[in-house]
């Protein structure tokens, strides 16, 4: 598994134990549903907010965390050769907790 770079995210990481995060986001099935919402031109965040919401309930309501959940989201599709497409893309409410998504496409080989 590759090795989340906290960057500003670092206080976060730590307070929230972030690693939970970044190991729940690199399993496979999560992944699949990522890549999904890529191919579909949605926000990865978008498609996995409903499981990110049962596995860490009230958690990801705090903006600094949703926010680093989405700069990792950013470098495990980086990492699988995807590359920006869009950012700050309004996401379709409903009871989504992001508001915004950054969308990406695989990158040409």
């Avoid at 958690?59 to 989405?70: A, S």
Wanted: net charge positive; aromatic share 12%; with cysteine.
């Amino acid at each position: 598994m590759l090795e989340y770079r906290p960057d500003k995210f670092a206080k976060t990481y730590a307070v929230c134990n972030g690693a939970r995060f970044w190991a729940w986001l690199n399993q496979p099935h999560i992944l699949a549903i990522m890549e999904t919402a890529c191919y579909l031109r949605r926000p990865a965040v978008e498609a996995v907010a409903p499981l990110l919401e049962q596995a860490f309930a009230s958690d990801i309501r705090r903006v600094r965390v949703r926010q680093m959940i989405g700069h990792m989201v950013r470098q495990i599709l980086e990492a699988q050769g995807y590359h920006l497409h869009r950012a700050n893309v309004r996401i379709r409410r409903g009871d989504n907790p992001f508001h915004f998504g950054s969308a990406y496409t695989r990158s040409a080989a």
